[in-house]
């Protein structure tokens, strides 16, 4: 049997360990000469003030520890390309802004590095699966190989989040919603499934210097692993960095799905692992706050004594646009909770929960669940809160409606939601943001 090589090393600052775990793994055994390389990190999100990057975005000592690795490899066409999140149309230039911060202009001037934002850049279209279009960056596509780094880090949709999840990065932002359909069978699971298909020659080298606990984004709690992880095969490093997250790999259908479709099994049988030990590495990291038994209210939440309230726990329908508004929703509602109980009070989100007759109020939070529950005529009062993402002007009326005041720049000043969450990391030296900065 051949077996797929996947290299664990415990990550030291200045000592060449992403060179030694690509070395180990074979991970550039199918690098072309003179290729055209695309380098996608993951960030998730960027702020124009501090915000917690720890396990949330791909360090710039990774990356450039990468870059340093292709030159020495003779090649000179290299590209970063992300596509971070863009909460509106109206942002610009929000790459160039998260690629300055991090540093990767540093690398541009002193290797000749493309920095290119996916939003600013063509996108093709491509069949996935019967009949089934995505639309995928353009210079993903025209490139010879591709090295994958990912952040090793927990998703509350998909239980992980690492190679595959990572490629969601390429997508317009029309694929990107409909990766969360509301058909069960073509979820998101299924869509993600199919994006390794689509690449061409590829690394996979995951960032596990800081990993993260019910993530992806900096809501989660983060911690120092210390940890890389590369592979030459994109299957095999996401089976391998899901067992170090203390999760199955055959619990995880995009995992398997994906696996399937190369002839792999899921269960690392086929997988030799060097350097570190998964057993030594491995650590338990949570990928989702816990509900009560009926999934109507966060476990926290219903501890509080919260009642009269259903805020049904999303599902994976839930697309990235409405799910940034739903922590602030229910993050408002603990806080500002005086032990009164609501009255009959429902939130449906995403694009397959139905109104409950019983409840006397409904707020449906964002167009899909508005459109989806648009003919109900019910005894309840439906309150929409529409727009893709969510009105925040409608949001906070929605709030009021329930006795809660706030201002509408609550659920769009994410620079004061970062700033909160950096407030955690007072004197945690272990939270360095040198590993985010080029020197």
Known sequence: MNYMKVAIQKFKKNSEIVKKAVKNADGFVNLPLNAKVVIKPNIVVWLSTPFPKWGVITTSAIMEEIVIMLKEYGVSDITIAEGSLQMSLKEKHIGQKSFEGLGYHKLQ?????????????????????????????????????????????????????????????????????????????????????????????????????????????????????????????????????????????????????????????????????????????????????????????????????????????????????CSAIIGKFLTIIAMSYKGKPFDDVEFLTGKRMKICPKMKKSILVGQCICSLNKDYKGPGQIVKIKGCPPDPEQSALALKGIGIEIESSFFTNLEMEGAFFMERFKDKPEFDESYYTIA
């Open 109 to 321: 001037k002193r290797y000749g590095v493309k920095l290119v934002d996916v939003w600013e850049r063509p996108f093709e279209k491509i069949e996935i699966a019967d009949g089934l279009t995505l639309k995928l960056n353009a210079d993903l596509l025209a490139s010879d190989f591709l090295v994958n780094v990912p952040v090793l880090k927990t998703h509350a949709q998909v239980k992980v989040s690492l190679g595959i999840k990572n490629l969601k990065g390429f997508l317009n932002v029309g694929s990107r919603k409909k990766c969360h359909s509301a058909d069960p069978d073509k979820d998101l699971d299924y869509m993600i499934s199919r994006l390794p298909k689509l690449l061409p020659p590829s690394a996979t080298i995951i960032d596990g210097i800081y990993t993260i606990e019910r993530g992806p984004s900096f809501d989660g709690k983060p911690r120092k692993s210390n940890l890389v992880i590369a592979s030459s095969n994109l299957i095999a490093a996401d089976m391998v960095g899901a067992k170090v997250l203390g999760h199955e790999p055959f619990d995880i259908p995009y995992i398997v799905q994906a696996a399937a479709d190369q002839g792999i099994s899921s269960d690392l049988s086929e997988i030799e692992v060097v350097g570190e030990k998964i057993e030594d590495v491995k650590a338990s990291h949570k990928y989702t706050f816990p509900y009560n038994k009926e999934n109507t209210l966060p476990l926290s939440m219903e501890k509080m004594g919260i009642k009269g309230l259903s805020f049904h726990k999303y599902d994976s329908s839930l697309c990235t646009y």
